[in-house]
């Protein structure tokens, strides 16, 4: 009880600092309900359970740690691809940098406009996969997030939808402070694919609720910027149904702070999650995944598939949680997460867990760590290849697994590439 109240007077004295932004009714009332779950939970501390590998403190203080800006000179993400772009600056939606918003097959909206409208579909979604996201764990951060997030996108695929989306995020100002909630539900049959780069604002705080109904397709490619200072705590929430497809991956380089959660129900039969991730980390760099998939309908298939490579002290985690549910047979469910570590000083911090109350399963879940293949090393470097470039061959082998997960091979490509470029920079 004492640690509980501890974690409340943080939450009130963070909270006397900051405001709910201005709505309609239904999205006034989501901000007061996600206000009071949070005034309840308290801010996340260290001690928690799901906390123990990362500290929350400078992802929760009033202040925000200055973040200068990291101009890359380089191409932005996904330029080659025909995609309909909505940029954010510093957590600010920017319409002169936006494309149109009208498109065949879907609509999209600003997060403030559709909240005040008195009826809206995103009444029923805003909040809601993140309330249920919240058992059996708590995660404070998100409830923060739904009530006072400032801006934000809702889309609703109707049809299969040719373009993808690409949710840019710039950052401008060093202390900038972004909150950003993001809407997405797919009618029944139809699909669509958000990309989304960028490093978005000295610190970030995201949440992005997905509804795939019944046959439809989800495709999510996120590439966390390269800012080296950027702190980020990121959540999806997915909520499946009958036959419909879930799939997400991230690349993450650099930045000091780096939180992602993906909470994902499976509850309709025959439905597909996939959620995948690589990240390579270097000095002051800390990268944690943390992933809980509930299967509750019969004949579902989930994946978890998360590589890191980490050098100069840098620290990586993973978190990864299989619920099966009573009545849940016939479920696929397999986790691995696995580290390469470039140095003695590195560390990766791993804990799969399983927890299955049906009978007629197959999940599995491992974890691995270890330094690079010196076998494999020697073998290239007797064929001529210079050093770095032979550690450079192999880290791109090493995540090539979690890479595969993304479904378009022209986003993989896009993806290898800009890997490629960003390790042989490094050389230099």
């Given at each position: ?7 409340q007077?943080?939450?009130a004295a963070?909270?006397d600092?900051m ?8 999205a006034?009332e989501?901000?007061?309900t ?8 308290g ?5 928690d359970?799901?906390?123990?590998y990362?500290r929350?403190?400078?992802l929760t203080?009033s202040?925000?740690p ?7 000179g380089e191409?932005?993400l996904f330029?080659?691809f ?7 600056v510093d957590?600010?939606?920017d319409a002169e940098?936006?494309?149109d ?20 579909w995103a009444?029923?979604?805003?909040g ?10 708590e995660?404070?951060l998100?409830?923060?997030?739904t009530a006072f997030?400032?801006d934000?996108?809702v ?11 690409n949710?840019?995020?710039r950052?401008?100002?060093p202390?900038s ?14 699909e669509v694919?958000?990309?989304?780069n960028?490093?978005?604002a000295?610190?970030?705080n ?5 509804d795939v109904?019944?046959g439809?397709?989800?495709h999510?490619v996120r590439?966390q ?5 950027r ?8 909520r499946?149904a ?6 997400s991956?991230?690349?993450?380089v ?5 939180r992602?959660e993906?909470?994902?129900e499976?509850?309709g039969d025959d439905a ?8 390579l980390g270097?000095?002051?760099?800390h990268h944690?995944?943390t992933?809980f998939?509930t299967h509750?309908a019969?004949?579902c298939?989930s994946?978890?598939v998360?590589?890191?490579?980490l050098?100069?002290?840098a620290i990586?985690?993973f978190?990864?949680?299989i619920l099966?549910?009573p009545?849940?047979?016939k479920?696929d ?8 570590l470039?140095?003695d000083?590195?560390q990766f ?8 109350y049906?009978?007629d ?9 270890g330094?690079i ?7 290239l470097?007797a064929r ?9 061959l192999?880290v791109?082998?090493?995540v090539a697994e979690?890479i595969d997960e993304v479904e378009s091979e022209?986003?993989r490509?896009e993806l290898?590439?800009r890997l490629e470029?960003?390790?042989e920079?490094?050389r230099?």
């Amino acid at each position: 009880m004492a640690a509980l109240a501890k974690k409340q007077e943080a939450a009130a004295a963070r909270l006397d600092a900051m405001s709910l932004p201005v709505g309609g009714q239904w999205a006034s009332e989501a901000r007061k309900t996600a206000l009071a779950r949070l005034a309840e939970m308290g801010l996340p501390d260290r001690r928690d359970e799901y906390w123990r590998y990362t500290r929350p403190d400078s992802l929760t203080q009033s202040e925000v740690p200055a973040a200068a800006v990291f101009e890359t000179g380089e191409a932005p993400l996904f330029d080659s691809f025909d995609r309909i772009k909505v940029v954010f600056v510093d957590g600010v939606f920017d319409a002169e940098q936006s494309d149109d918003l009208s498109a065949e097959g879907m609509t999209i909206e600003r997060l403030v406009d559709a909240a005040a409208k008195d009826i809206h579909w995103a009444k029923d979604l805003y909040g809601t996969l993140e309330t249920n996201g919240q058992t059996p764990v708590e995660r404070p951060l998100a409830a923060m997030n739904t009530a006072f997030a400032t801006d934000g996108v809702v889309i609703h695929a109707t049809s299969k939808v040719s373009k993808p989306v690409n949710l840019i995020y710039r950052h401008k100002a060093p202390t900038s402070d972004a909150i950003l909630h993001h809407l997405v539900k797919l009618d029944a049959g139809a699909e669509v694919t958000i990309l989304e780069n960028g490093p978005a604002a000295a610190r970030l705080n995201k949440v992005m609720e997905v509804d795939v109904a019944d046959g439809a397709t989800f495709h999510h490619v996120r590439a966390q910027g390269r800012d080296h200072e950027r702190r980020a705590v990121t959540h999806i929430f997915g909520r499946l149904a009958t036959e419909s497809v879930f799939k997400s991956f991230t690349l993450t380089v650099n930045g000091r702070l780096t939180r992602n959660e993906a909470v994902l129900e499976l509850t309709g039969d025959d439905a597909v999650a996939h959620v995948a991730g690589a990240c390579l980390g270097d000095g002051e760099f800390h990268h944690d995944d943390t992933v809980f998939v509930t299967h509750d309908a019969v004949n579902c298939e989930s994946r978890q598939v998360f590589k890191k490579v980490l050098r100069n002290g840098a620290i990586g985690t993973f978190q990864g949680k299989i619920l099966v549910q009573p009545g849940a047979q016939k479920t696929d469910g397999y986790q691995i997460s696995q580290s390469l570590l470039l140095d003695d000083d590195s560390q990766f911090l791993a804990k799969p867990e399983l927890e299955i109350y049906a009978d007629d399963v197959a999940c599995s879940h491992g974890s691995t760590s270890g330094a690079i293949d010196e076998d494999a090393l020697f073998y290239l470097r007797a064929r001529g290849v210079p050093k770095d470039i032979a550690t450079d061959l192999l880290v791109m082998s090493f995540v090539a697994e979690a890479i595969d997960e993304v479904e378009s091979e022209a986003l993989r490509d896009e993806l290898i590439a800009r890997l490629e470029g960003w390790l042989e920079r490094r050389r230099d």
